[in-house]
């Protein structure tokens, strides 16, 4: 039986093969296409939800943007597991933290963390969790490695439930979207249309809000731009 919300292993192969392509410009386009939003959301989802001693794992961390941003907002004063499944994306990491921030790295998908259960205070998602490759697998596990208390931070582009709304989200994505990254990234740039597949398989907002429901004891949603972004914070 198919899988109701993720990208299924063989789009998920796809697009992480994009995603390897895409490093060398990953930060740059997707700050060009956020509208220089990106940052500002991860900060909305940490602020108040990470504190000084956590232990937090950046879940499909990339570069560690969620992770330089809770440090910072913690004097650095946090341990961090940065795991993703592209160890070129985990590499990188370094050239972006702080060397004063404890931190270790682990590759894998989230559906099958190698983590025990209840180990980690926070755990952040940022511009990630939408490649899942079955979504509410990966929001079990997540919800699994939690401590009770715990919260799971999740920024993401957001899936308007008003049909309008969806539609030119949907058409900024499909168009508009690789109008700008060739602008800023070239040839290369174009294959950020793979968001727009992505985009596809992911939730509506409130499906996405009735999802974290059924695993976690309160969920606060928070949208921007028109919907088209989600700051989500879940806690177990």
Not at 14 to 35: C, F, Q, W
Not at 166 to 192: C, P, T, W
């Amino acid at each position: 039986m198919a899988n109701l919300f993720g990208l299924g292993y063989q789009y998920w192969k796809e697009v992480t093969g994009v995603l390897r392509s895409i490093i060398p410009v990953y930060d740059k386009v997707n700050m060009a296409i956020s509208m220089g939003k990106a940052n500002r959301y991860r900060e909305m989802g940490i602020r108040g939800n990470v504190f000084p001693g956590n232990k937090i794992l950046d879940a499909g961390s990339g570069f560690g943007n969620m992770s330089r941003i809770a440090a910072k907002l913690t004097d650095q004063q946090i341990e961090v597991v940065l795991y993703d499944p592209l160890s070129m994306m985990l590499s990188s990491t370094r050239n972006f933290l702080s060397d004063s921030l404890k931190r270790s790295l682990s590759s894998g998908v989230f559906e099958y963390t190698p983590f025990r259960e209840q180990v980690f205070d926070a755990v952040l998602c940022g511009y990630s969790l939408r490649d899942a490759i079955d979504l509410e697998a990966a929001i079990s596990e997540l919800h699994r490695v939690l401590k009770k208390g715990g919260s799971l931070v999740v920024v993401d582009l957001g899936k308007p439930d008003n049909e309008f709304l969806r539609y030119f989200v949907s058409f900024y994505l499909k168009y508009v979207l690789a109008i700008i990254a060739f602008f800023v990234a070239g040839q290369l740039g174009l294959k950020f249309k793979t968001l727009h597949g992505t985009y596809k398989k992911w939730p509506k907002n409130s499906e996405l809000y009735s999802i974290l429901c059924r695993r976690f004891s309160k969920v606060k949603f928070q949208t921007g731009l028109i919907g088209a972004a989600v700051i989500i914070v879940a806690n177990k």
